[in-house]
């Protein structure tokens, strides 16, 4: 079945750690996207990727960092620069009239 | 840049009733797309459906379906007959451009629904 994969559900991060959110799509869709969403609000864009070795700073980009070296894959690191990094994290893939979501990673600082 | 406006933060509605929920946009793209979303308490985002801004017929999925009005720019989602699982945030979003031309997402601020029994 084609869809997008984000891993893993929950994560716990110790203060000044850094750590990988994986999201991977089997869809063949080209654009890439990772969205932060704290509790309560809407989605705030982190990075956005187009092609493969390209990607792009969304809105909230400081602290992060994303690589593009496969079509399928997109992961997302939260350094130690991220303030305040506890939130749930969500992975998207669109082409077209299609754009689906991962289920999330949900991030917790300890 | 696109822009999309939801400006029902919460929304109340009782169970078996049609529900509307409003989404307006800003683009300057003659073509173009609107998607709308889900999110339940568990967080995950569910595609419930698309319209195209050329589709010559409002978009319609099972009990959802678009109020499409291009002059208006306006999107609306139409649920009908409620049911208690239709509680969730609601999101519109549409493809806009970003830096360099990259595609991206870009979603309005959600709606709260609450289906009361």
């Known amino acids: 079945d084609g869809g997008i994969t984000q891993s893993p559900k929950y994560l716990f991060r110790k203060e000044g750690q850094n750590v990988t959110l994986s999201c991977e799509q089997n869809l063949n869709h080209d654009a890439m996207y990772w969205y932060r969403q704290d509790p309560g609000q809407g989605l705030r864009l982190i990075y956005y990727s187009q092609i493969v070795n390209d990607f792009q700073k969304g809105d909230i980009a400081e602290g992060y960092s994303v690589s593009r070296e496969k079509k399928e894959s997109f992961p997302l690191t939260v350094t130690s620069a991220q303030k305040n990094p506890t939130a749930f994290y969500l992975c998207?893939?669109?082409?077209?009239?299609?754009?689906?979501f991962g289920q999330g990673t949900r991030l917790t600082v300890v | 840049a696109q822009k999309i406006t939801q400006t029902q933060p919460g929304m109340f509605v009782q169970e078996k009733e049609a529900v509307t929920l409003d989404c307006t946009y800003d683009t300057s793209d003659q073509s173009y797309g609107l998607f709308w979303y889900k999110q339940p308490s568990s967080g995950e985002m569910i595609f419930l459906i698309y319209?195209?801004?050329?589709?010559?017929q409002n978009a319609t999925e099972g009990r959802y379906s678009l109020n499409f009005q291009k002059a208006r720019k306006s999107a609306n989602l139409v649920i009908s007959a409620s049911q208690l699982g239709d509680s969730a945030m609601y999101f519109c979003?549409?493809?806009?451009?970003?830096?360099?031309?990259?595609?991206?997402?870009?979603f309005g601020q959600g709606t709260r629904l609450t289906i009361n029994p």
């Open positions: 998207a893939s669109s082409i077209r009239s299609e754009a689906f």
């Open positions: 319209q195209g801004s050329y589709d010559e």
């Open positions: 979003a549409m493809p806009g451009r970003g830096i360099q031309g990259a595609q991206k997402l870009v």
